[in-house]
């Protein structure tokens, strides 16, 4: 397994928000975390990314184990996270944003311009002043010019408008036919569990459930995923 | 060509031609100010690459400055006096004299650097402020280099070709080197080095989430800032030919954070603008009235209120970065 998470506990201070995790990805894998909304799935992302000071229990990574690892290290390490809400630089220009980002790999500014022609030809404006949409394929874009061995994505098309959700679910499904492997929240299961090929649902900061799409009956949707 | 680089010609090429019109004119002073001014704009162009890049408002910079002023005085002073420095005879050369400046300020901003960098905000202020003035009493209580009077540099050091006592040739070497710490901050700006500098600027953590480390990325930038700073400290000793303590003190330091801020800060024309702007206003109020400060400050009020992207913000318009 490339990313291996085994009983990880994290909190905010003194509330604790995780209570014992558990899910793998697999080499060229593309996995869905899912859950109702407050259920840990940022949470576990962040700690998964260093981003969270009181965390516990395993993470192992490519046969590392990164639990103590700065978050800069666990990034250098192979993970490129888009985090929920895209947060670029506003200040810095596309092509900033990327260059700053840059790492030895296939992924370069010519190479996410062809993933995401739109930016391609904003590469001289300011972050700050790109749709929501455009936002969302430069943070895209940004992880993938880290070369990371695994992609995560919170919260992949939250927010957007149809048109642009096709655009990144397409994106999305070229990475995955390039063999790379994802980690993916989102909440329109409908785009999500076709391009998944595997399921962890959290319930209350712990894994529920694990399985394949088509395992998700309704029934266990209606109990995990239900409003 | 966009207004900035535009502008940046501009202001470049008004600088040289001074010295020019001054001794066609009949104004041979005149050429004293434009180095003036060339040596400035360096020293804050240095500054400009950890404040204006960086975001690093570091209020020690003086510190690198009168080091570089007193690597000046010391290679004269021993030269003349045929006396070894370390063991070693020395020529009076400029060019030794930027080596020795730019790795000893190189040196004490590593170390400063690497604790100052641990804090942010007024205490990195603060920080950089007492290393400067640690500085500066050592240099005062340092009796043989001159102390509190400073250090005299009777003959200037010699530039292979050029005639350092000519006050044109001087100009030529100190304008020489202020396009070389332009494209040192212009490389650095449109560098992954520059990129990621800019970023950890704006968010440190989501720098971190992309693999990038800000501490060293902060370190060499403040490193390379005062290596700058250092070079353009030095010709200013050999211009006024004096090596003095109050290059080291404080008020230098807000001197060169007033010229990036009346220029622009982060803009390659910024420290440029800012010096022409400063020398003239020291110059030509300063001949008028003994308060010429007043109205610096009155033009420096004016800027921070009204272009807060100064001369080249006002000019170019919105900033480039920050």
């Known amino acids: 397994m490339l990313l291996e998470v085994r009983n990880l506990q994290a909190s905010y201070g003194a509330s604790q928000a995780l209570f014992g995790a558990d899910l793998a990805v697999g080499e060229g894998e593309v996995v869905a975390l899912m859950g109702r909304n407050g259920m840990g799935k940022t949470t576990t992302i962040r700690a998964i990314c260093g981003l969270m000071a009181n965390r516990s229990g395993a993470i192992s990574f490519a046969g590392r184990e990164v639990i103590r690892e700065k978050p800069f290290r666990i990034a250098r390490h192979g993970i490129g996270l888009v985090p929920e809400g895209r947060r670029c630089f506003p200040n810095l220009t596309v092509r900033e944003n990327l260059l700053a980002a840059a790492r030895p790999g296939k992924w370069t500014i010519a190479t996410v311009a062809q993933l995401f022609p739109r930016l391609g030809e904003r590469l001289s404006q300011y972050a700050r002043t790109l749709s929501g949409g455009e936002q969302q394929m430069l943070a895209i874009g ?34 995955k036919a390039d063999g790379q492997s994802i980690l993916v929240v989102d909440k329109t299961m409908v785009e999500l569990l076709p391009v998944a090929d595997r399921c962890v649902v959290l319930e209350k900061g712990h894994t529920a459930w694990t399985g394949r799409p088509d395992e998700l009956t309704a029934e266990l949707q209606d109990r995990y995923l239900g409003v | 060509m966009t207004r900035e680089r535009l502008l940046t010609f501009a202001l470049l090429a008004a600088l040289l031609a001074l010295p020019f019109a001054a001794q066609a004119l009949g104004y041979p002073f005149y050429t004293t100010l434009a180095t003036r001014m060339a040596i400035l704009a360096l020293a804050a162009t240095g500054l400009n690459i950890a404040l204006g890049l960086g975001g690093l408002v570091s209020f020690g910079h003086a510190a690198f400055f009168g080091i570089g ?42 170390i400063t650097g690497a604790i100052s960098l641990r804090t942010s905000g007024v205490y990195f202020i603060m920080i950089t402020l007492a290393f400067a003035q640690m500085i500066f009493y050592f240099a005062i209580s340092w009796k043989a280099y001159g102390g509190e009077d400073g250090l005299s540099i009777a003959l200037r050091n010699g530039f292979p070709g050029m005639n350092t006592a000519v006050p044109r040739d001087l100009f030529m070497i100190a304008f020489a080197l202020l396009l070389a710490g332009l494209l040192i901050f212009w490389r650095v700006r449109v560098s992954r080095f520059g990129a990621a500098l800019h970023a950890a600027r704006q968010n440190e953590l989501r720098v971190a989430a992309i693999g990038i480390e800000p501490f060293p990325i902060r370190l060499v930038a403040f490193v390379v800032s005062a290596m700058i700073t250092a070079v353009a400290g030095a010709m200013f000793a050999e211009l006024n030919r004096f090596a003095s303590p109050s290059m080291l003190a404080w008020p230098m330091s807000g001197e060169l954070i007033v010229l990036i801020i009346l220029g622009g800060t982060g803009r390659l024309a910024g420290p440029v603008a800012g010096a022409m702007l400063y020398v003239m206003l020291e110059y030509w109020l300063g001949s008028i009235t003994e308060r010429w400060q007043f109205f610096l400050g009155l033009t420096l009020l004016g ?20």
């Open chain 1, 142 to 175: 940004r992880a993938l010019m880290t070369n990371p061995r695994l992609l995560i994505l919170d919260e992949a098309t939250e927010g957007l408008a149809p048109t642009v959700r096709r655009d990144i679910w397409s994106a999305i499904r070229r990475l």
């Open chain 2, 69 to 110: 002023g007193y690597a000046a005085g010391i290679v004269a002073t021993h030269a003349m006096n045929a006396q070894p420095l370390l063991g070693l005879d020395i020529p009076a050369s400029m060019p030794l004299v930027w080596l020795l400046a730019a790795l000893s300020a190189g040196l004490v901003a590593a």
């Open chain 2, 303 to 322: 800027v921070v209120l009204f272009a807060r992207g100064g001369i080249v913000g006002l000019v170019a318009g919105k900033a480039r970065h920050g």
